[in-house]
Structures are given as structure tokens and as C-alpha cells.
């Protein structure tokens, strides 16, 4: 099982970004983002089921939004209206049929105010 994560960069508060998660290796039914900030623990920023189902974060409702096209076995965050405390590693998580999950490397996001 492979995870790659891509989409990361610098972006100045208010600014957008969209991460890309491809997965490979067997058939993910959740999948979902991750963020660990300096000093802090790595926390669910939003999550999808293989049927649609999303959840978020509090703190990202309404400004980001996950997908995936399961085709590609590919999952994306769109990340709009940035703010300085979105910055941090994001980690995309995979999990398969029987519940064991696979990390990705992280993708560095900084927003500056």
C-alpha cells in the first residue's frame, strides 16, 4: 500500500489551495486528511467514505471540502479562505476493508498572515 500527497505550498492568508492523496495498492473504503501543527497533535481535518460521505472539522466547515474519485483511487482537499492556523504538515490516511490504515507522507501548508 502507497499513499502519495501533493498540493502543499506557502499561500498568504485568504488564498487557496487543493491537496491530492493518490492511493495504490488495494481498495480504500475511508479516506481522510489529517494536520499536525508545530507543537501540537496530528488531528482529522476531514474524512470521505468510499459511498460519498464526508465529515469535517469545526474549524474547516464550510471552507474546505474533500473528494475522491475512486476510479483513481485518488482523494482530494480543496482548501479555501485560508487562515495562519491551517498551517501544518497534512497527512493523507487510508483505511482498508479490515480497518487497518496506512499513512502517506506529509505535505507542508503554510499560510501567512
Known amino acids: 500500500v502507497q499513499l502519495q500527497a501533493s498540493g502543499g505550498g506557502l499561500v498568504q492568508a485568504g488564498g487557496s489551495l487543493r491537496l491530492s492523496c493518490k492511493a495504490s495498492?488495494?481498495?480504500?473504503?475511508?479516506m481522510g486528511w489529517y494536520r499536525q501543527a508545530p507543537g501540537k497533535q496530528r488531528e482529522l481535518v476531514a474524512s470521505?467514505?468510499?459511498?460519498?460521505?464526508?465529515n469535517y472539522a469545526d474549524s474547516v466547515k464550510g471552507r474546505f471540502t474533500i473528494s475522491r474519485e475512486n476510479a483513481k483511487n485518488t482523494m482530494y482537499l480543496e482548501m479555501k479562505s485560508l487562515k495562519p492556523e491551517d498551517t501544518g504538515v497534512y497527512y493523507c490516511?487510508?483505511?482498508?476493508?479490515?480497518?487497518?490504515?496506512?499513512w502517506g507522507q506529509g505535505t507542508q501548508v503554510t499560510v501567512s498572515s
Open positions: 495498492g488495494s481498495i480504500f473504503r475511508i
Open positions: 490516511n487510508a483505511k482498508i476493508t479490515d480497518g487497518r490504515g496506512f
Open positions: 470521505i467514505i468510499d459511498i460519498g460521505s464526508t
